[in-house]
T-cell receptor, first 110, second 115 residues
């Protein structure tokens, strides 16, 4: 069975600094994909970035990038130049069955 | 382009009542999902569907039923509501074509309280 682990219940970062949110996973599949979503306090789920297991390069999308280490089964989200609007819950999820991790609450400090 | 729509946005039920949460998508996605999110927690998959006429259980299906008669609609039925079903319910859809552009589109959610 596929499983997602996010070990950081909460994180703090100073505005304009970079922050890394951890995501580790367990799967026996050779082909898989991982998503990251943002959920602000308003409640909607916002897609951020996707990484496929066979993608040769780490995914990037604006200020978001993935530090994908396949051998270590980790797909950490890096947010550069944090903004106050980045304060939210962040979820990692498998593409195949859309199982979500428990999430990390990020708070950006002014 | 409406995306994924859910109705109602809010609902209060009494214990033992039944209701149907509606979900519609206009993106012609084959895959549709129902999740629940308890306060301060992540999303848990209730049911999903890979196409019209095909549904399957997720992690927490007990107390719920679904049907998928069309590509667009995926209603979730609660029978005999219980306080443990107090949660925010999200419907979602996706293509899962295997492309890197695959993603899951979420509806705005339905906040359900069972008293």
């Amino acid at each position: 069975a596929q499983k997602i682990t996010q070990t950081q219940p909460g994180m703090f970062v100073q505005e304009k600094e970079a922050v890394t949110l951890d995501c580790t996973y367990d799967t026996s599949d050779q082909s898989y994909g991982l998503f990251w979503y943002k959920q602000p306090s308003s409640g909607e789920m916002i897609f951020l970035i996707y990484q496929g297991s066979y993608d040769e390069q780490n995914a990037t999308e604006g200020r978001y990038s993935l530090n994908f280490q396949k051998a270590r089964k980790s797909a950490n989200l890096v947010i550069s130049a944090s903004q106050l609007g980045d304060s939210a819950m962040y979820f990692c999820a498998f593409r195949q069955n859309f199982v979500f991790g428990p999430g990390t609450r990020l708070s950006v400090l002014p | 382009n409406a995306g994924v729509t859910q109705t109602p946005k809010f609902r209060i039920l009494k214990i033992g009542q039944s209701m149907t949460l509606q979900c519609t998508q206009d993106m012609n996605h084959n895959y549709m999902y129902w999740y629940r999110q308890d306060p301060g927690m992540g999303l848990k998959l209730i049911y999903y569907s890979v196409g019209a006429g095909i549904t399957d259980k997720g992690e927490v299906p007990n107390g719920y039923n679904v049907s998928r008669s069309t590509t667009e609609d995926f209603p979730l039925r609660l029978e005999l509501a219980a306080p443990s079903q107090t949660s925010v319910y999200f419907c979602a859809s996706s293509t899962l074509s295997g492309m890197s552009t695959d993603t899951q589109y979420f509806g705005p959610g339905t906040r359900l309280t069972v008293l």
